[in-house]
């Protein structure tokens, strides 16, 4: 791997030492500033082209990017775009020294083995960050996605959230499922539940196969990503809906969009489909109170 390469892994930024360290000499770093290749942003700290914008500036500060900032680095969800430096008040960072950094949000130190190569706060912190101060249901994505990874434990995360202090952020772990295949699957279910459903997740139906979102014993819910709009997998969907609706379930499907952006209208659509339901609407060949008999 050639001096620019390394570099690049770092997130197009290297310090002094790393380089050293990876075997390149002060004359090979003398010749990638003059060429162009590297330039020197401060004092024993080296860049390439175009780097991460949020570890350079992390790297800057001497600090380590954590919270929704360092979500990406370890391929956690996340149900918005982290903000990048030029955005105040939007990079999540720990700096460890109290002192206070324009444009950052700046948690608490780090406690835990940081990223072995990036200026990127360990995976525990940036969860125990998270719950501290994101909103619930954007730390529960991130939460639910280090844990369905298998990266860590719920019963771990709890034991690092004693007191009445952490009382919230505890909640969050208290929405956390042993399986989510899509940050759609926990947000759903958090929606569903609170609205006073009985929901199971993951319900296997004999004729049908695995349901996303079995509610009330009744509804089969799924919820479809993008593959589910090629022409093959909406095939399979159609045949799944029959089948549910042959096993006496009825079949709604939602979308991202409709989890995340509108939850409150999906919550209202099921309900709605339950009343219609236990009015005995469906099969019956009474008017639905919704759509009456023309005049």
């Known amino acids: 791997m050639d001096l620019v390469q390394f570099v690049r892994t770092r997130g197009g930024v290297a310090r002094t030492a790393q380089l050293r360290k990876a075997g390149f000499s002060k004359r090979e770093l003398s010749e990638g500033l003059q060429d162009g290749r590297l330039s020197l942003v401060r004092r024993g700290v080296y860049a390439v082209e175009e780097p991460d914008r949020a570890i350079l ?9 954590s919270c929704v900032s360092a979500g990406r680095f370890y391929g956690l969800w996340q149900l918005r775009e982290p903000g990048t430096p030029e955005e105040p008040g939007t990079l999540h960072v720990s700096c460890g020294n109290g002192v206070p950094k324009a444009g950052m949000v700046d948690h608490s130190s780090c406690v835990h083995p940081a990223h072995p190569y990036l200026p990127v706060a360990g995976l525990a912190d940036v969860l125990l960050h998270a719950m501290r101060c994101l909103h619930e249901l954007e730390a529960l994505v991130m939460v639910q996605s280090a844990v369905s990874q298998g990266s860590i434990t719920v ?6 959230l004693p007191g009445n202090r952490n009382g919230v952020a505890r909640s969050v772990l208290d929405l956390v499922i042993p399986r989510a295949d899509s940050l759609t699957e926990v947000l759903a279910r958090t929606h569903f539940i609170r609205a006073g459903l009985m929901v199971r997740m993951h319900a296997e139906v004999p004729g049908v196969g695995e349901i996303d979102c079995l509610i009330e014993d009744c509804l089969a819910v799924e919820l479809d990503g993008g593959s589910h709009m090629e022409p093959r997998q909406v095939k399979k969907d159609h045949r799944r809906n029959n089948a549910a609706l042959r096993a006496g379930l009825l079949p709604l499907r939602y979308y991202y969009d409709d989890v995340v952006h509108h939850p409150e209208r999906m919550v209202a659509q099921v309900l709605t489909v339950l009343r219609l339901r236990e009015a005995g609407t469906f099969g019956s060949g009474q008017a639905s109170p919704f759509f009456p008999d023309p005049d």
């Open 57 to 65: 500036a992390a790297v800057q500060a001497n600090a380590k990017l």
């Open 155 to 160: 019963d771990f995360l709890r034991q690092k």
